[in-house]
Nanobody, 116 residues
Framework: QVQLVESGGGLVQAGGSLRLSCAASGRTLSTDVMGWFRQAPGKEREFVALISWSAGSTVYAASVKGRFSISRDTAKNTVYLQMNSLKPEDTAVYYC?????????WGQGTQVTVSS
């Protein structure tokens, strides 16, 4: 069992920056990949970014590539999402996801609102 707790969401103006954090606890030894998804009101949940836990390899959605950066701190079992040049269309609830031992775990989500 893996527990995920997100933090760092908030309200920012367009063009601003925000950093999200996701702290993993519990049975994290077998964690293979961690990532971020987001869901805007009335929209389906979409992939944002992921990172391989051991190698640090990253993958980004086309909509955020060049603006967002995912990273991890292995000692703290924490993954980050640095969001720069934010746009109003980035407004959504952001969810942390972890893949471990063949299972998928989700955090509770953190709200990001970007004003125009």
């Amino acid at each position: 069992q893996v527990q995920l707790v997100e933090s760092g969401g908030g309200l920012v103006q367009a063009g601003g920056s925000l950093r999200l954090s996701c702290a993993a606890s519990g049975r994290t030894l077998s964690t293979d990949v961690m990532g971020w998804f987001r869901q805007a009101p009335g929209k389906e949940r979409e992939f944002v970014a992921l990172i391989s836990w051991s190698a640090g390899s990253t993958v980004y959605a086309a909509s955020v590539k060049g603006r967002f950066s995912i990273s991890r701190d292995t000692a703290k079992n924490t993954v980050y999402l640095q969001m720069n040049s934010l746009k109003p269309e980035d407004t959504a609830v952001y969810y942390c996801n972890a893949g471990a031992a063949g299972h998928s775990y989700w955090g509770q989500g953190t709200q990001v609102t970007v004003s125009s």
